[in-house]
C-alpha cells in the first residue's frame, strides 16, 4: 500500500442495493469500529431527505453534497464508511478516500441488484419506467470506476457473514503492514 496513505477507515463502494448499509454495520461491530453512511451525513446536514434534494435542488446540487462530505471524511478514523453508488464514479471522491480508508466494492450482477432494490422507493435514479435497463445501463457506466478499489467482492455468491469476515481480516492485515 503506497506510503502516501493512512488506512485507518475502511469505505464501502459499489452500486444501490449491494448491501453496502447492511454489511457496513456488521463490518463495524466486528472491528469495534463506528459506522456512518455518506447518505445519511447529507441527509442530516441538508435537513432533507436524498429523494427531496434530487427533487428540489437536482442531481448536480446533490453531487456537490457528496464532494463536501468526502473532504469531511478526512478527518474521520475507525470508522466503516457506506458511500452512495455513484459517489466514486465523480471527481477525485475515490481517490480522497484512497488517503484513509482501504475501499472495498460490493459487487452484484445487475439481476440481483433489481431484485434486491424492486420494492424499495427511495432511490431517485431508478424511478423510471425500466429500473432494470437503468441499472444494467449505470453499471456498465461506473464499472471503471468500482474496479479501481482496493478489493473487489461479489455478494452474489458470499453470504453477509462470510464477507464480513473476510474483510475484517482483509483490513486487519493492511493496517498491520502499513
Ligand atoms: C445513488 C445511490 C444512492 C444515493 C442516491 C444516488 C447513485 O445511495 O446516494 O440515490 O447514484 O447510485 P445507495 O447506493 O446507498 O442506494
Not at 453470504?159 to 486487519?172: G, K, Q
Request: net charge neutral.
Amino acid at each position: 500500500m503506497s506510503d502516501t496513505r493512512n488506512i485507518r477507515n475502511l469505505a464501502l463502494v459499489g452500486f444501490m442495493g449491494v448491501g453496502k448499509t447492511t454489511i457496513g454495520h456488521l463490518l463495524a461491530a466486528q472491528l469495534d469500529f463506528r459506522f456512518v453512511d455518506t447518505d445519511q451525513l447529507i441527509e442530516a446536514q441538508a435537513g432533507h431527505t436524498i429523494a427531496e434534494i434530487f427533487a428540489k435542488s437536482g442531481e448536480a446540487t446533490f453531487r456537490e453534497l457528496e464532494r463536501q462530505v468526502v473532504q469531511a471524511l478526512k478527518t474521520y478514523s475507525n470508522t466503516v464508511i457506506a458511500t452512495g453508488g455513484g459517489l466514486p464514479c465523480l471527481g477525485d471522491n475515490l481517490a480522497e478516500l484512497k488517503t484513509h480508508a482501504l475501499t472495498v466494492c460490493l459487487w452484484a450482477s445487475p439481476e440481483s441488484v433489481y431484485e434486491r432494490v424492486r420494492h424499495q422507493a427511495h432511490r431517485p435514479l431508478l424511478h423510471t419506467p425500466d429500473p432494470l435497463g437503468k441499472i444494467r445501463e449505470l453499471l456498465a457506466l461506473r464499472e471503471p470506476y468500482y474496479r479501481q478499489a482496493d478489493i473487489l467482492v461479489s455478494t452474489d455468491t458470499r453470504s453477509p457473514r462470510d464477507l464480513v469476515s473476510l474483510l475484517a481480516y482483509e483490513f486487519r492485515s493492511v493496517v498491520q503492514k502499513s
